[in-house]
């Protein structure tokens, strides 16, 4: 069993940054894949970005390319997302999400891929 918990979320003005963190407890963190999601309010959740085994590829959803940096520890079992530029449309519950399993090449972006989430934290760009 894995348990993964999330930190770092709060209240940022549109334009700044947070960085969130995902320490995993349990399981083989550096043979995971590991994927960030959320959602918004009356939404569904959603693909944000993920990362294989160590970290040598990441992939990115189109709206958060260029301004979120998906990255791991593999020595401190967690998983950070680096958010810059952010925006109001950027508010929602965010959630990490761990895939035991695959190969060092294997980024997954559905849902369903993935076995274990966190609880989630709360992001609120303000404008």
């Known amino acids: 069993q894995v348990q993964l918990v999330e930190s770092g979320g709060g209240l940022v003005q549109a334009g700044g940054s947070l960085r969130l963190s995902c320490e995993a407890f349990g399981g083989h963190f550096s043979m995971y894949p590991m994927g960030w999601f959320r959602q918004a309010p009356g939404k569904e959740r959603s693909f944000v970005a993920s990362?294989?085994?160590?970290?040598?590829?990441?992939n990115y959803a189109g709206s958060v390319g260029g301004r979120f940096t998906i990255s791991r520890d593999n020595a401190k079992n967690t998983v950070y997302l680096q958010m810059n530029s952010l925006k109001p449309d950027d508010t929602a519950v965010y959630y990490c999400a761990a895939k035991p399993g695959g190969v060092d090449t294997y980024t997954p972006a559905s849902q369903g891929e993935y076995d274990y989430w966190g609880r989630g934290t709360q992001v609120t760009v303000s404008s």
């Open positions: 990362i294989s085994w160590s970290g040598y590829r990441t």
